[in-house]
């Protein structure tokens, strides 16, 4: 392992996630990703690997794709992350568009900034619908760092315990 590499890896264990970085090393994984491209990433040694985790979209898009790129640089020309407490243009757009390709009595659209976010929608969604309060899941399983998805995610330091 190179130097450059150790110190990342002191380093992520100092400021980001040291459980996680030292269960990656127990298992003998020494991958500090440097850069991503297509279906590949490199290590901060060099080494090109064939991405098999793919996970946030990535197994059907690939990392960087071009093409999507290319639409978030013309979107973003425009528009930007905008400001979810008042209404704007894009988003009344693809919430009309949803309501159209969705199963008639879905009317509304909740946006979310990412997965995690649309987990906890989702799971509240459902108490909401259902009136009930005890959600069925598959043990070890990653769903993200917010609210209801830590919970109903696997078991790790310092997560909530589930309901």
Not at 14 to 31: A, F, H, I
Not at 52 to 73: C, D, I, K
Not at 112 to 127: F, M, N, P, Y
């Amino acid at each position: 392992m190179s130097k450059e590499k150790d110190d990342l890896i002191a380093r992520s264990k100092q400021y980001w996630n040291p459980g996680k970085t030292s269960e990656w090393q127990r298992m003998g994984v020494d991958l500090v990703i440097d850069r991503r491209e297509a279906y590949y990433l490199w290590d901060v040694d060099g080494r090109r690997l064939i991405d098999v985790h793919l996970n946030g979209g990535t197994y059907s898009l690939g990392h960087r794709n071009p093409e999507v790129v290319e639409a978030v640089r013309e979107g973003m020309a425009y528009f930007d992350i905008g400001n979810h407490h008042f209404p704007s243009i894009m988003r009344t757009h693809v919430a009309e568009m949803l309501e159209r390709l969705t199963p008639a009595g879905l009317k509304r659209t909740i946006f979310a900034s990412g997965g995690a976010e649309a987990i906890d929608i989702a799971l509240k969604s459902a108490r909401n619908a259902t009136k009930r309060r005890k959600i069925i899941c598959i043990e070890r399983c990653y769903h993200g760092h917010t609210g209801l998805a830590v919970q109903v995610g696997g078991s790790r330091q310092g997560a909530v315990q589930r309901s």
